[in-house]
């Protein structure tokens, strides 16, 4: 069965830190790009970061210099370091991929929050 499943959402100050983890199918992970992407209350999702099957990164403007993605290919298994969390990081976080392929996953979502 295909699954991604996250972890590591909470609570947190702000200027805290968390990491998220996303475990992945095989059939999924290998070889393929991955993405993070956030909702926040009454807002629609945006992509966060992406990795490419090389480590390549992309980052959406408000999370450069304070959020890192990366990937264990041997554990099927994809992080996001969140550092300097601010407020309007609060959200929820999913895990999707493989990026450009169909079918396309979703995982269920963790919960960020950051308090002011």
């Known amino acids: 069965q295909v699954q991604l499943v996250e972890s590591g959402g909470g609570l947190v100050q702000a200027g805290g830190s968390l990491r998220l983890s996303c475990a992945a199918s095989?059939?999924?992970?290998?070889?393929?790009?991955m993405a993070w992407y956030r909702q926040a209350p009454g807002k629609q999702r945006e992509l966060v970061a992406t990795i490419s099957s090389g480590g390549r990164t992309t980052y959406v403007d408000s999370v450069k210099g304070r959020f890192t993605i990366s990937r264990d290919n041997a554990k099927n298994t994809l992080y996001l370091q969140m550092n300097s969390l601010k407020p309007e990081d609060t959200g929820v976080y999913y895990c999707?991929?493989?990026?450009?392929?169909?079918?396309?996953?979703w995982g269920q979502g963790t919960q960020v929050t950051v308090s002011s």
């Open positions: 999707n991929g493989p990026i450009g392929w169909i079918p396309n996953y």
């Open positions: 095989g059939s999924i992970f290998s070889n393929r790009g």
